[in-house]
């Protein structure tokens, strides 16, 4: 372990501040509160390790010095109530603190934090960034850089999440049942959005954000384990570690992009897809639905070992199957590349220009993007190119931009 005492809390902090936030928002009743209080025990111990020393147990003494700050809090507010019945003229006790452990229920409080973190009465963008915040241990300015957005920006939006969970009465417990299945969807709706805004950045410079993928991973780990017989959860932590293993390979050593047909496959990781693969497999053995579609897709990528090799007749069929499921736009325009690999490029065409009239895609870069290679295809050089260079006007990403023109001008 590294003798730096700021490096050492660095790394403990990102494996106990989920599970921090976690245990005192059960004592506390206050995700607010909670995290209040985890960010202080984060000054404490910068304050008195770096002077000290590291602690032998450095988990335990953040949750002691945490379990401390929070029973003063409770104390503080027995007072206060006690105040207030007085005033009011009623003389019932007001009950005291739980001197509850914070290592009771952990895996129980976890899930608690997940479900609450992304509760419906929170907006697409609180429920992202309160996750990344209380359950991703991302700073404020991390999640401000990832999403391209100021700081103070992201600051309110964390502010705001907490701030109506706690006007609305939300409380630190599991949803009823008739609603955890809906809940467990919204959840895996945030992961989801995470992993694909670090996959490939919708703007910036960057053709991705490792950094996002890899807490969108780790959490859908933390998921599996707490919901085991849960297929869609097994079939989006399929999906991501299958997606994630062409991280290393999907730019080359300045930093550009490089598409997957031309991706060094050695550089693959073996590992998350071994993962991936076993993921896939629970899942289906558990029923999944879309999830674990695009990982079987995923995995038609990670089992062909050239280009070539691609089974692109199964991933158009899986594709076929994933539009029944999960109707929208762009599934059919993912299906239309399959349907052109697989070697029909015209009805890869007609599927793109049958999802000209829809108004989601009206700037979505990659709809003439993906018409401009089937036009290639079709051995239409001039209409590619006219296609590619919409495609570069449209898009945010840098990288992404530089592609498309060069593209443009190979036509």
């Not at 909670?34 to 111990?45: S, Y």
């Not at 992202?128 to 401000?144: F, N």
């Not at 932590?237 to 490089?258: H, I, K, W």
Request: hydrophobic letters at 45%; one cysteine or more.
């Amino acid at each position: 372990m590294s003798s730096d005492p700021a490096a050492v809390l660095e790394a403990v902090w990102r494996i106990e501040s989920a599970r921090l936030v976690a245990s005192l928002a059960r004592l506390l009743q206050d995700v607010g509160a909670a995290e209040e209080i985890a960010q202080d025990t984060l000054v404490i111990a910068l304050e008195q390790w770096p002077r000290d020393g590291v602690p032998r147990e450095p988990g335990p003494w953040l949750r002691a010095t945490a379990k401390h700050r929070a029973i003063d809090l409770i104390r503080r507010r027995q007072r206060y109530a006690e105040k207030l019945a007085v005033l009011a003229g009623d003389a019932t006790a007001v009950p005291g603190p739980e001197e509850a452990d914070l290592d009771d229920h952990i895996g129980d409080d976890l899930l608690r934090l997940i479900f609450t973190a992304a509760h419906p009465v929170l907006s697409t963008e609180s429920r992202v960034a309160l996750t990344l915040r209380l359950l991703g241990g991302l700073s404020t300015p991390a999640i401000a850089r990832a999403f391209l957005i100021s700081e103070a920006t992201a600051a309110q939006r964390i502010v705001r999440a907490k701030r109506t969970l706690a006007e609305a009465g939300v409380r630190f417990s599991m949803p009823a049942p008739a609603e955890i299945a809906e809940r467990t969807g919204t959840v895996l709706g945030v992961l989801y959005l995470i992993f694909n805004e670090g996959y490939a950045a919708t703007g910036g410079t960057d053709w991705a954000q490792p950094e996002l993928c890899r807490e969108a991973i780790r959490l859908g780990r933390v998921l599996t384990g707490l919901l085991p017989d849960e297929p869609e959860v097994h079939g989006l932590s399929a999906l991501m570690e299958l997606q994630a293993s062409r991280l290393p390979a999907r730019t080359d050593a300045s930093g550009r992009p490089v598409l997957l047909d031309d991706q060094d496959r050695r550089r693959w990781d073996r590992l998350l897809i071994r993962r991936g693969l076993r993921a896939l497999e629970r899942a289906e053995a558990l029923g999944g639905g879309r999830y674990t579609i695009q990982a079987a897709i995923a995995a038609c990528h990670a089992r062909a070992n050239t280009a070539a090799d691609t089974d692109w007749t199964r991933i158009a069929a899986l594709y076929e199957v994933l539009a029944y499921l999960q109707p929208s736009p762009v599934v059919r325009l993912n299906q239309a590349v399959a349907v052109g690999r697989a070697g029909d490029p015209a009805r890869g065409l007609r599927i793109v220009d049958g999802l000209g009239a829809e108004r989601s895609l009206r700037d979505y870069p990659q709809l003439p993007a993906v018409r401009g290679d089937l036009l290639a295809r079709l051995g239409r050089p001039a209409e590619a190119r006219a296609a590619f260079e919409r495609a570069a006007a449209l898009t945010r990403n840098e990288a992404e931009r530089a592609l498309y023109r060069a593209r443009a001008a190979e036509l």
